[in-house]
């Protein structure tokens, strides 16, 4: 029998009782109106007993029926089924609601109010409540079948109904509202700022022609793709400039000359530990001596010693210290002589041999801190000249050296004790040694894999320039060197790439000398294959008319430039406020700038490239300008501050109606989707604000605290 079908019999079983519980209820209302009239006052009558005993019945098989739920709804739980599970938890919860409907009386009460009425020969009484049972039974039962979706459904639909009718209208609303706002900002231009809204879009316009038209004369002239191959070459090539810096501070051969270090730091670590170890001890012989002295119960005292025994002994082994042990040994036996002290004078005698070993081990302690001071010079003298190398080896060496120095002025501060602040520092070198290590194992993985790209970067670009040089119709002399350079250009490629390879298997096998050296022949490669590229887009841009054309563009663009600058003196319009002003003259300044690169670029052979990006940061610019400009006019008059005011009071309405809507919108009990009403309930507030500052003339600022 499946796992689903042994879940869900209890659960028919349970809607079963509860719908014989109804009808039998329900025949009970039935049969108690009839029998009313045959009521005998002076006792029940055969049919109130039955009756009664009946009522009885239904109360006990209630009982049982609550039981049954609690059990299902805490499998259902276990089981993951949700949804079963909260319907029975509802129904138990109906089981003990006390509505004022019914007297304040769950439903088991109910039945019995209804039991004792019968009993009593209130048969009117009990029929009326007998009635409320059937309905509070009914109720049960509809949670259990789980009516009340299907019941609340149209309820549901009704409402998603009101809310996007409401949505629609909003959304009207907001429309003509931007209709007026859009008109406001229209009305409140002047001339100066119409001018510069005009002026704005017909130098973006007029870029965005020079842009196309020097990208179609790189495609006619056959520049196009070699004008991308250098920009991608000239990335590489900056990219393989960082690789050669960092191939000289990885120096692997180097991780021999940290780990030679480790010995004397690992001596040091377990010499300081041994010294706290022992000082410890000290304190604790100490404190109980001092305790026996005062007369304290060396019971409790003897304890102590024994735990600490005990830790001590236990720390012994696993440190393999056999003075750790001796210590150990003597609070053991000052546990015992506390213990068997009974008098006085055997607790003072205790005290005094606590206080004795205390001193031994003291001086112990003492020896050990010197020992790992003797180990943390060691150390020291290994790294000292490491650490004045520019490597990564060498930076760690240097963080090391500064560890070390730290734990010994704490050692030479706690005057040859134990102290907590050395440690530390000893710990913090040893770290340091760790993370050097994985900084040169790290290094030599990023510096193969950066290789390795590069590698594979260059060869594609040799492929790609092999094929642009494959030209079938070059038969001018102009044409065959513009051919042979394009060449020169891909052969040296491939040479980098070689070169590159040779560098990532050098790193591989962590010969860093090797590495360096071919990383460094790869970068002139891709320089050789720069120029060689450079000559032939010189060459291609001398043919025919595409020099001209090429000359032609870079006076336009410096044409553009100077309008952006005759445009920057159009920002200060009165209609525009302070902040819109700054942020069209800061965008048009970086259009201009843009435009002086692409400008520079053009009058270069084979800055094209550069001169289309250039370009489309001017335009990026320019937009930024324009929408400044628009965004940031400001009513020019009190009648125009006015209809801002009333506009932004409106937009508040809508934000408020958005937000009810969304308030609503989550409280409906549905699995329908519901729309995302936050964001738009956002936008109107920001909308909002910007109408109430327009209709105070602007941005305002911040109000000072007053003084006083």
Wanted: aromatic share 0%; charged share 30%.
């Amino acid at each position: 029998m499946s796992k689903a079908s042994t879940t869900t019999r209890p659960v028919r079983h349970a809607l079963t009782v509860l719908v014989a519980l109804v009808l039998i209820a329900a025949g009970w209302v039935s049969s108690a109106g009839a029998n009313v009239a045959v009521q005998d006052d002076d006792g029940l009558t055969r049919d109130q007993a039955a009756l009664a005993e009946e009522q009885a019945l239904i109360g006990r098989q209630l009982r049982r029926l609550r039981d049954t739920m609690g059990h299902l709804a805490q499998r259902f739980e276990d089981e993951g089924r949700v949804h079963a599970a909260g319907l029975l938890r509802d129904a138990l919860k109906e089981l003990d609601e006390r509505p004022e409907a019914t007297s304040s009386l769950t439903l088991e009460e109910l039945m019995d109010t209804s039991r004792n009425g019968i009993r009593e020969g209130r048969t009117l009484t009990a029929l009326e409540t007998q009635e409320a049972t059937l309905i509070r039974l009914n109720t049960l039962l509809s949670i259990l079948m789980d009516r009340r979706n299907l019941e609340t459904l149209e309820e549901n639909i009704q409402e998603l109904r009101d809310i996007k009718e409401s949505l629609g209208q909003l959304a009207d609303d907001q429309q003509k509202l931007g209709e007026r706002t859009d008109q406001l900002r229209e009305d409140s231009k002047d001339d100066q700022l119409k001018e510069l809204g005009a002026g704005l879009e017909q130098l973006r316009q007029e870029q965005r022609d020079l842009l196309r038209e020097g990208e179609d004369l790189a495609r006619e002239s056959g520049t196009f793709e070699m004008e991308q191959i250098l920009s991608r070459l000239n990335q590489l090539s900056e990219q393989q400039n960082l690789a050669n810096q960092a191939f000289p501070t990885w120096t692997p051969e180097d991780s021999e000359r940290l780990e030679a270090a480790r010995p004397s730091l690992d001596a040091a670590r377990a010499e300081q530990s041994k010294a706290e170890r022992l000082n410890q001890a000290a304190q604790d012989l100490r404190d109980a001596a001092a305790g026996a002295r005062a007369g304290d119960d060396t019971t409790p005292i003897a304890d102590d010693l024994k735990s600490a025994s005990e830790r001590l002994e236990r720390q012994a082994r696993t440190a393999k210290d056999g003075t750790t042990k001796t210590a150990a040994r003597a609070l053991a036996d000052s546990a015992d002589e506390m213990r068997d002290a009974s008098s006085d004078v055997e607790r003072q005698i205790a005290a005094q041999a606590a206080e004795a070993r205390a001193e031994l081990l003291e001086i112990e302690a003492a020896a050990a801190a010197a020992a790992a001071q003797a180990a943390r010079d060691q150390a020291q003298d290994a790294i000292a000249e490491l650490a004045q190398e520019p490597t990564s080896a060498g930076v760690a060496a240097e963080r090391m050296q500064s560890a070390l120095a730290k734990a010994s002025k704490a050692h030479a501060e706690a005057q040859g004790q134990p102290s907590a602040a050395s440690r530390q520092a000893t710990d913090e070198a040893s770290q340091a040694l760790d993370q050097g290590l994985e900084a040169q194992e790290k290094l030599g993985n990023a510096l193969e894999a950066n290789q390795d790209e590069a590698a594979q970067e260059a060869g594609a670009l040799a492929e790609d320039l092999e094929r642009v040089a494959e030209q079938p119709d070059a038969t001018t002399p102009e044409a065959q060197e513009q051919q042979a350079s394009a060449q020169a250009a891909a052969s040296a490629l491939s040479e980098a790439q070689a070169a590159m390879e040779r560098a990532r298997d050098a790193a591989q096998q962590g010969q860093s000398a090797q590495a360096s050296q071919a990383a460094q022949e790869a970068t002139e490669k891709l320089n050789e294959a720069k120029a060689a590229l450079g000559q032939a887009l010189d060459q291609a841009a001398q043919q025919g008319a595409a020099g001209e054309q090429r000359e032609d563009q870079a006076a336009r663009q410096e044409a553009l430039a100077e309008k952006a600058e005759d445009l920057a003196e159009l920002a200060d319009s009165e209609s525009l406020t302070e902040k819109a002003q700054e942020a069209v003259s800061e965008a048009l300044e970086r259009a201009q700038a843009e435009m002086k690169k692409a400008q520079q670029a053009l009058s270069q052979p084979g800055g094209g490239e550069q001169a289309a990006k250039a370009q489309r940061e001017a335009i990026d610019a320019l937009s930024e300008a324009a929408q400044a400009a628009e965004e940031g006019v400001q009513p020019n008059s009190e009648a125009a501050k006015a209809e801002a005011a009333a506009q932004a009071e409106e937009q508040r309405r809508i934000e408020e109606m958005l937000l009810e809507l969304a308030r609503r919108n989550e409280e409906r009990e549905s699995p329908m989707p519901q729309p995302n009403l936050d964001s738009a309930a956002s936008s109107a507030s920001q909308a909002a604000e910007s109408l109430e500052q327009a209709s105070q003339g602007g941005p305002q600022p911040e109000s000072e605290p007053e003084e006083g």
